[in-house]
Structure formats: C-alpha cells, structure tokens
C-alpha cells in the first residue's frame, strides 16, 4: 500500500551536516505522520523526530533538538531529516515510517507506525 525509501546517508565528519530523504509511494492518503527512527549496533531503536502533516507539528528527541529539522515537500510525496552538527553518536541506520492508520498523532513508539523503509546508513567520523 506505501512504499517508503531512504536516501543520503553517508559519511561525514564530526560538526558536518547531512539531509535524508524519504519518499513515499503508493497510497499515503492516511499517512498523516511520518516519523525518522534509528538504530546504532548494539542498541534499541530509537525516535528521531516526526511530524504530522495535518498541523505542521513537529516532534524531536532530545538528543537532537536544535540540530536536526523534519520537514517536508507535499508535491514530491517527500519527507527530509536535516541533520546538522552530527556527532559519532549519531551513527546509526536512519528509517522513516509511516503511521497509515489515519491519526493526527505524533507517537514516539516505533509500534504507532505501520510502513518502514529500508534505512539509509549515517557515519559520523574523523
């Protein structure tokens, strides 16, 4: 039904900067909230950021309020993760998904969303 795909990982030093993408195919009619999660090896996926397109709000985790930015291109069926002042500890597998079940809701469990991509790997180092 929705398809999801990552793009514009990569490597970057330390205090870099790197914009992910994630377009969305299919029906994404009742996809209102698109969240980015992560998963750095040895440790349990976490939330990112999200939002929710019905209200243009926003929600961000601590460990990156103030560096990254969710927004997104309603025209392309896109959703962008700018991500600035990066950190070693942001290395991880970056995924976007998709809450399909109609809400206007901004959950930061990982359970809420029903699609996911693939990821897209995000190095940080010098």
Known sequence: QVQLVESGGGLVQPGGSLRLSC??????LSTNTMGWFRQAPGKEREFVAAIDW???DTDYADSVKGRFAI???NAKNTVYLQMNSLKPED?????CAADASGRSLI?????AYTYWGQG???TVSS
């Open 91 to 95: 290395t991880a597998v970056y995924s």
């Open 120 to 122: 897209t790997q995000v």
């Open 54 to 56: 019905t209200n243009s």
């Open 71 to 73: 927004s997104g291109d």
């Open 107 to 111: 959950f930061r469990s990982s359970w």
């Open 23 to 28: 377009v969305a195919s299919g029906r994404t």
